[in-house]
């Protein structure tokens, strides 16, 4: 499968933990974007690479969220001190420079307890 | 800031039949604008991109329509089928991609 793999799938946590996720993208697009979407509404922005460099930050993306692509492939998407409030599917997507078309994960199902 | 709106209603439809789905936006003047689909806990997907010099753009039973001056698009699904049910998202770029609520669609058989 050559698509954007997201793992895990679905991840449950006590209030207070930290939590990582990752996103593995399509192997030659050298751009990542991390969105998050709770029920009933469209996925929101939080932030995207450009191979390993993060141009931008949505002011969703608190000071307790933390995102990497260390090599310009793989990315992970970290929550520190995780509340309630987090409880969403984030998803991760790639596309091409200059694409108009962005190519998404499953996606990860955060349950904070 | 921008802002898009899509029907928040539900639409339901008869199998065979068109469903007709809304995306309005405000405070933006985008290039193009984009439809996808996402089925229940997965991702989005792509479906169809219209160009601000474009009237219209079909893919097979899929037609979207983009009027810059009423700040509109309009998709269609023509012969509306069970495995047409799904949510559908308006989506214009900014440098990142800003998506509508989405418009929940079930056809029923």
């Known amino acids: 499968d050559t698509g954007v793999s997201q793992d895990p799938r679905h991840k449950i946590t006590k209030r207070g933990q930290n939590v990582t996720f990752r996103c593995d993208p399509i192997s030659e697009h050298n751009r990542l974007y991390w969105y998050r979407q709770t029920l009933g509404q469209g996925p929101e922005f939080l932030t995207y690479?450009?191979?390993?460099?993060?141009?931008?930050k949505s002011r969703l993306l608190s000071d307790r969220f933390s995102a990497e692509r260390p090599k310009g492939s793989f990315s992970t998407l970290e929550i520190q001190r995780t509340e309630q409030g987090d409880s969403a599917m984030y998803l991760c997507a790639s596309s091409e420079t200059g694409a108009t078309e962005a190519f998404f994960g499953q996606g990860t199902r955060l349950t904070v307890v | 800031s921008q802002k898009i709106e899509q029907n928040s209603e539900a639409l339901n439809i008869q199998e065979g039949k068109t469903a007709t789905l809304t995306c309005n936006y405000t405070n933006y003047s985008p290039a193009y604008l984009q439809w996808y689909r996402q089925d229940p806990g997965r991702g989005p997907v792509f479906l169809l991109l219209?160009?601000?010099?474009?009237k219209e753009k079909r893919k097979e039973r899929l037609k979207v329509t983009f009027d810059t001056t009423l700040k509109q698009s309009l998709f269609h699904i023509t012969a509306s089928q069970p495995a047409d049910s799904a949510t559908y998202l308006c989506a214009l770029p900014h440098f990142k991609t800003i998506f509508g609520a989405g418009t929940r669609l079930f056809v029923k058989a």
């Open positions: 690479f450009q191979n390993e460099a993060q141009l931008e």
């Open positions: 219209i160009r601000e010099n474009e």
